[in-house]
Every structure is written in C-alpha cells, then in structure tokens.
C-alpha cells in the first residue's frame, strides 16, 4: 500500500477549517418526501437507474421501485437482522448485507425480487458495507475489523485482517480491484493502489480528534472522500498522499457522501441535514423536508437523487431553483496555533463592512462564549482567544457575517 507524505490542506494550518465562498451558490432545493410504507430505519439506497432502485433497513426491510420511488414495494424475504448496504451491478445482480452477531449476506438475481443468503465462513461481527465491481468480484467491511473478499460471486470469501482488528469497518469504495478507500472508527482511513491491501494493513491517515468515518466515496487515486461524526469532510488527491480536512458544520454527524462527477456532490447527515457543492470548495445547505436523521443518499445525475434515513424517511431530488450568485468571494478562516494551549489568534477576512457574530461552542453545541458582536469594516481581521480555562479538546467557533457564515475547529491541548 502506498503511503506517501501525508498533508493537510493549506499546510501549516493543521487543523484549519477553510471555508471559502468564492462562487458558491445558495438553493432552493426540491427534496421530496416519498411514501416509503414502513417505519423502519432505512440504512442504504441504489438505484441502477432513474426508475429501478433498492433501499434496506432494520428487521430486514427491503424495499424495491420501479417508477423512480412514485411507489415502494416491501419484499418479503425471511432475514429479520438489520441491513447495513446494498449494492448493484446491474438491474439483476445485487447483494445487501448486515447482521450482528449473526453476520449476513443476502443476494438477488432477479434485481431484488427474491433474495437468498450467502454463507460467509470466519466472520464473527456484523456487515457495514458491501460493493461488487462485477457478477464475481465483490467486498464486504465488517465490525470486527476485517475485509472479506470474494472473486467468484460469493462462492468463497478471503478474510483479510485490518490495523489487528482493533476499528470496526464502516464503509469501503473501490474504483476497480486495484483502487478505492475503507473508512473505519476511531477516524481512521485505509487507502489501496495497485500495490494492494498488504497483509494486516495499517491506517493510511486518520482523522484529527479520531472520530469514525461512517462514509466513503472513491472516484479515482487522486480523489476519494470520508465523512463522519465530527461535521467534517476528509478529501484526498495526488494518489493517496495528500489529505485535507475541511469542516462544514460543527454539529451534524455524516452518515453519506456521494459525487456525481469532480464538482458536484452531497452529504447527508442527522437531523435531516443535506448540504451540496456545485464547485468541490464551498458547501450549502439544502431543505430536506424533514428532520429525521438521513443515513445514505444516491444520485444519478446532477439534478436526481434519492436519501434515505431513519422511521422509514426517504426523499426524491428532481433539481434545483433560486440559485443565487451573490455571495461573497473571500469570506476566509483560520486560527493559528492549532493544536494550542491558553491562546489562539482567529483570523478572517471580510469582504464589505458586515455584521459580525463570532461565538466559541463545544462538541455537545454549548456556546462557550461570544468574541465579537459588532459591525466590522472590510478587510483582515485578528481576534484572541484566551482559552486558559477551557478544558481540553476539540472546539468549534463560528463566524456569522451578514447572511453567510462559516465555522472552523481548533483543539485545546493539555
């Protein structure tokens, strides 16, 4: 496995959490709600194309459309675990796969109509995430820290043992045999080239403060995201070797990530939040239409989508209004330094005179204090935290400039 020189994005900023307006967009979003017919958690969704689409969830709910989601169909099928993923290489072939104590793989030939299960020998934790590259060559990540591999459509499956089996495994993402990511708990990421996994491989980066990464998205080497419980979004380039980790909100946890081509792409995460890049640096927040946590999304286009999340919810996009184009070009920052013990400088830029709120919150949302309430001309701008009494570990400070805001992380060190 290559591991190369790992870098964060802008350098010296560690920890930086950019947030760059340049040519961002504001949307008024057309998420829809869909009548799913249960109440059940719903975990993954696929859709193989605009019409034809699965989604999975808890008590073995599979649910099966074939007009886009305009009506969902529950298919009866005798597994009653829980269902984590699933997965299609066409519109007959597809796997899902969950379980406890009680690992499962269940597979379909007729695009979800009947199912049966997958013996999978040596797995002793449930199954997060499955992918197939093809009717033969398929992935699953498991709980207890392990990939099991398969090269002839689940015949036989190969077990291969992650950092000791020390973090479950969440999600994985390949490209093809030779390229894709795994994310895992305690923020780590395992990235794979043409050299291979390895045996036993250990993390290829792990995130700052070590949250789990419940997501990932590969589209080639030089670009593959993570997402997970810290509000963030981990981004890679130049062939696993430089990561960046850029945070877009302090409090959702990120549940899915999904690009539909280098610029464009979602998250979804609790309290039905939904936030979309246009430009693959700034990121807005969608209406969703509920506030039911959303677990995974899918889109096939730009402008069409499904997600799917908790008491059944699922949600259609058919495009986007209102887009706006007004929003300011350098709304920029930063603090430094970053991990610190007693005093940081925050530092922004504003690009007109704005009213300024910047508050300090911990990781529960508790606002700690408030730095400035004031209308600040345009222009560079330099405030000190004195944190001496701040317990350590991770903060978030948010900066709110007229109709836009940003918010960066920083650490408080012993």
Request: aromatic fraction near 12%; hydrophobic fraction near 35%; include cysteine.
């Amino acid at each position: 496995m290559r591991k190369g020189s790992i870098l964060l994005f802008l350098c010296i900023f560690a920890w930086f959490v950019p947030a760059n307006y340049a040519n961002a967009q504001t949307w008024n979003s057309e998420w829809n709600p869909q009548t799913s017919g249960t109440t059940n958690n719903l975990y993954s969704v696929y859709f193989t194309n605009t019409t034809h689409g699965l989604a999975v969830g808890d008590n073995g709910t599979i649910l099966k459309t074939s007009n886009g989601g305009t009506s969902w169909n529950a298919i009866t099928n005798p597994y009653t675990g829980t269902l984590k993923s699933v997965y299609c290489v066409d519109t007959n072939n597809c796997w899902a796969c969950g379980g406890a104590n009680s690992p499962d793989i269940l597979k379909s030939t007729n695009g979800g109509s009947s199912w049966t299960n997958i013996a999978v020998s040596g797995s002793s934790g449930g199954f997060n995430g499955v992918q197939f590259l093809n009717q033969n060559y398929g992935y699953v990540v498991s709980d207890d820290g392990a990939l099991y591999a398969t090269y002839n459509g689940g015949a036989t499956w190969t077990k291969t043992l992650f950092n000791n089996g020390n973090d479950p495994l969440y999600s994985i993402s390949m490209t093809d045999t030779s390229v894709g990511i795994i994310t895992a708990g305690n923020g780590k990421i395992y990235a794979r080239d043409s050299s291979g996994w390895g045996t036993n491989p250990s993390p290829t980066y792990t995130v700052s403060g070590g949250e789990n990464l419940f997501a990932a998205y590969c589209r080639n080497i030089d670009t593959a995201y993570a997402c997970g419980m810290d509000g963030g979004l981990t981004a890679t380039a130049s062939g696993f070797s430089n990561f960046s980790e850029i945070f877009i909100y302090p409090l959702p946890t990120w549940y899915s990530v999904f690009f539909v081509d280098t610029n464009h792409g979602w998250l979804v995460g609790s309290a039905g939040t939904i936030v979309v890049t246009t430009n693959n640096i700034s990121w807005n927040q969608q209406a969703s239409a509920t506030t039911n946590t959303l677990r995974a999304i899918y889109m096939t286009g730009i402008s069409s989508g499904w997600t799917v999340g908790d008491k059944g919810t699922i949600l259609k996009y058919s495009g986007a209004s209102g887009i706006r184009e007004n929003i300011p070009e350098n709304l920029l920052l930063e603090n430094f330094p970053n991990p610190f013990s007693g005093v940081t400088t925050i530092k922004f830029s504003l690009p007109e005179s704005s009213n300024v709120k910047l508050e300090i919150y911990n990781t529960l949302g508790n606002k700690m204090e408030t730095l400035v309430n004031a209308t600040l001309a345009g222009g560079a701008h330099q405030i000190e935290l004195n944190a001496w009494n701040y317990p350590k570990g991770i903060y978030f400070y948010k900066l709110v400039a007229g109709d836009f805001s940003a918010t960066g992380k920083m650490i408080v060190a012993e």
